[in-house]
């Protein structure tokens, strides 16, 4: 009798964004004149860049060929790309990691939940809260959450970031062995400095905590200030594995490719407390259950590093943070409390007269047709909040803003 | 301390294609004027089809305007390419399945890698033997497999395919709860005919084992007897996840891409007993730890499936298939007892004198600069067995049988 991982019926079966699209649809289907814009989800709006493209004709038309046709690529990913990232990613910064320290891969969502599998399913396990849901979800399949009480996985260590707190994450009061950052963060948009990302570090070396995170939105941020990468911070690479991810920074959410970043000096541990090389264990999974990130695309990747591939980027990053501002100051002149957006493509509002978060999604949703997604959908500490995001088009921005100042002023 | 998953550990650090990679070059170095021919490896060598490429520029110019630009896809694949398969690989062989039934992924190694997920730990595993070491290497980093004891391990059930049973498994001793079957066989060539497959079917229903079976090869099925589906066996909905591939039928190893068949009838078991929809876990599966497949690699896979398409990619199969044709003949000519290679691009011989399989390897290699596969790298039936594939040039293939001719006649 094949048994089940009966960790995966602990889940609950709701997922947040499907439960929105029902809400959307029904309002659809009852206001079919209405016009919705949606803010929702975080997916990208803009084309590919024009060097982007290019590359990937190049790289189809080697497909037809014998003498440049590729087969199997290797596991971790072509060096050609391997050495761009290096080089623009870490040594421009004076950051210096060797080549199979870095693993392509398709995306920043398929690592950071395959990670757990080179980790014991005892660890214990530390997340800021609201939180991106596939860190708490991957967990629960691979037995570390313990139960769900009351809005809370009993395993999991829960760690508020709230406008109390600036959102900035307190040590945690109980030990953690694993510990998920995301930073600029999703959903609240806001970043750590470099010195609020070194007492993690620190933490994290003085407690063998691993830290699993995700710089997924590192091309957004605008201040000097703050880290692009946690290996800006002394001691990282013994603490941390760093997930990348092409889908934000170059519009790839349709194209899947990222990296994660599992430096040499990092260790596992053994229950006898012997070190393992994590980089090892990656590896072997990687070249177990993984054959590699599509060679196009890896040309693709390749192409973002170019002068004009980052030029052509930078311009729609811009475009996006143009959005930010724009949402920004609207949502200030709207009276309401705003966080994020000036490093990050999402905007945490504080849902104005105490109103929950579901409930100020379904006022939005019916007076005035844009769609956001409830913060409490990202943890308890989202309750009370709504994010919104800065993928749309210029046009919608404006129009949702004007909306809103009607609705609310 | 982050505890290591430590079953990882007990994983041997030698892999079979880098030992042979190490060997080869070994070779290369101290004889640098010989002209190597690699037939060792199952990766295609002719380039896409033009069908193909053709799709994937169009695909690439809609990635490059906003009102045709793709960002996030489903997580389960597009419809336009679900119901492509639905159409061509199952109603036109009698076989009824729900779009919801397919799961569109980034090749078959890393669903049956990751396939493990939804399953208990304590499961019992059979393999064939010699087998695809992706199936025992995912189950040891599952904690499934036990520990190795001369060449096999504890916990897993090997049933062997040898000359002597005609590569025809008989069914096991022991009870599995879940039992891998590759067929077209990797790596022996060997297929199974209905009436096999069925009393692997009516195991499975007797004794509610779960059949995961590797259709990767299907499409070099000649004989008509010969099921492209497990499907096609009566009762198999309810015993059987099947995995595709077009890596091998389309040459798309270096493009990644594949599909999973978990029918809705097929349920896992908790340990109360109760019944699990393995299709409700899956999807839970792949929409937390995976998010879609390229959409230019969809569209590619759309295509094959064209009526030139279709054309182009038998073809290049018919072109291989002759590569195998002129390859059993040689080496049976050459006095070798070869099987497979009829309904499948892989050739398994016996080697001669009773070497080794890396005696054999090593004389090929160092007396007529031909690599194959040691068949003991599969397993320990594989001993005394050494795998070639038809994935060469014609010329090579041609140039290899001479060399073999002069060596052995």
């Known amino acids: 009798m094949a048994l089940v991982n009966e960790h995966f019926l602990k889940l609950p079966g709701n997922y947040l964004f499907s439960d929105i699209a ?37 790289a189809v038309d080697e497909m037809a060929v014998q003498e440049t046709f590729r087969g199997y690529g290797p596991e971790q990913g072509y060096s050609f790309l391997i050495d761009t990232i290096l080089k623009n990613d870490f040594a421009s910064r004076g950051i210096s990691l060797e080549p199979s320290e870095i693993f392509i891969s398709d995306g920043a969502k398929s690592d950071t939940g395959n990670i757990g599998d080179i980790l014991r399913h005892d660890n214990s396990v530390g997340v800021t ?20 009480e009351s809005g809370k996985w009993s395993n999991i260590v829960y760690i508020p970031c709230l406008a109390e707190n600036d959102f900035i994450p307190e040590l945690p009061s109980r030990r953690v062995d694993i510990l998920y950052l995301c930073y600029p963060n999703n959903p609240t948009g806001t970043t750590l400095t470099k010195d609020e990302l070194k007492r993690w570090v620190n933490y ?9 995170f995700d710089a997924a939105y590192e091309a957004y941020i605008q201040d000097p200030d703050i880290p692009h990468s946690i290996y800006e911070i ?38 006898e407390g012997e070190r393992v090389q994590l980089n090892k264990l990656w590896n072997r999974r990687q070249c177990t ?14 192409a973002v590093y170019s002068p004009e591939g980052k030029e052509q980027v930078k311009e729609i990053i811009n475009y996006y943070m143009t959005n930010a501002r724009i949402m920004k100051e609207g949502l200030q002149q709207c ?9 990050a493509p999402y905007l945490w509002i504080k849902t104005p007269k105490g109103l929950t978060s579901w409930k100020f999604f379904e006022k939005m949703l019916y007076e005035v047709s844009i769609v956001g997604t409830p913060g409490v959908g990202f943890g308890p500490s989202g309750e009370g909040y709504l994010r919104l995001t800065a993928f749309g088009d210029r046009d919608n921005t404006l129009e949702a803003m004007a909306r809103l100042k009607k609705w609310l002023i």
């Open 289 to 302: 259950k993984f054959n590699g990130t599509n060679y196009i695309t890896q040309r693709a990747a390749e």
């Open 335 to 343: 009276g309401l409390k705003v966080y994020g957006g000036d490093n």
């Open 22 to 58: 029902k809400k959307v649809n029904t309002y659809k289907v009852t206001h079919p004149k209405e016009k919705i814009i949606r803010l929702g989800i975080g997916d990208v709006t803009q084309p590919l860049a024009p060097a982007i493209i290019e590359a990937m004709h190049k």
């Open 129 to 148: 809260d609201p939180v991106y849901p596939v860190y708490i979800d991957s967990n629960v399949m691979g037995a570390r959450a313990g139960n769900l």
């Open 234 to 271: 002394k001691g990282a690479k013994k603490v941390a594995i760093e997930f990348r991810s092409f889908s934000k920074t170059a519009g790839f959410t349709g194209m899947r490719c990222g990296y994660t970043v599992v430096p040499k000096e990092l260790n596992g541990f053994t229950l």
């Open 204 to 212: 994290a070396l003085a407690n063998d905590t691993l830290i699993l």
